[in-house]
């Protein structure tokens, strides 16, 4: 089970950290993942990391804006938001996948949580 938490509005320029907690099978190598989806719009790849945090992918969109990573001790993941537009308005998704790659693509990912609303705007 993954339950994002930290979205919010926020004003243009401002920053957020989404967070994503797991649980369940926690114990065995799983990459996360953030999406989003904006009214009207497609859901889009916004980062990825691998198990053990070495390895990240993040969408050209947000990179050098946004950051992911993850605490194991912790079972959570975070995306650290920085600079927000208006254009980031979305609902994020957190995902999780069992395995050693960190993929970009949805379909590759079994596992959602159930969104947290994120809101720019000045």
């Known amino acids: 089970q993954l339950v994002e938490s930290g979205g919010e509005w926020v004003q243009t320029g401002g920053s957020l950290r989404l967070s994503c907690a797991a649980s369940?099978?926690?114990?065995?190598?799983?990459?996360m993942g953030w999406f989003r989806q904006a009214p009207g719009k497609e859901r889009e790849f916004v980062a990825a990391?691998?198990?053990?945090?070495?390895?990240?992918n993040t969408a050209g969109s947000v990179k050098g804006r946004f950051t992911i990573s993850r605490d194991n001790t912790k079972n959570t993941g975070y995306l650290r938001m920085n600079s927000l537009k208006p254009e980031d308005t979305a609902v994020y998704y957190c995902?999780?996948?069992?395995?050693?790659?960190?993929?970009?693509?949805?379909?590759?990912?079994?596992?959602w949580g159930q969104g947290t609303q994120v809101t720019v705007s000045s």
């Open positions: 369940g099978r926690t114990n065995e190598p799983y990459a």
């Open positions: 990391i691998s198990w053990g945090g070495g390895s990240t």
């Open positions: 995902a999780a996948q069992y395995g050693s790659m960190w993929p970009r693509n949805d379909y590759q990912y079994a596992y």
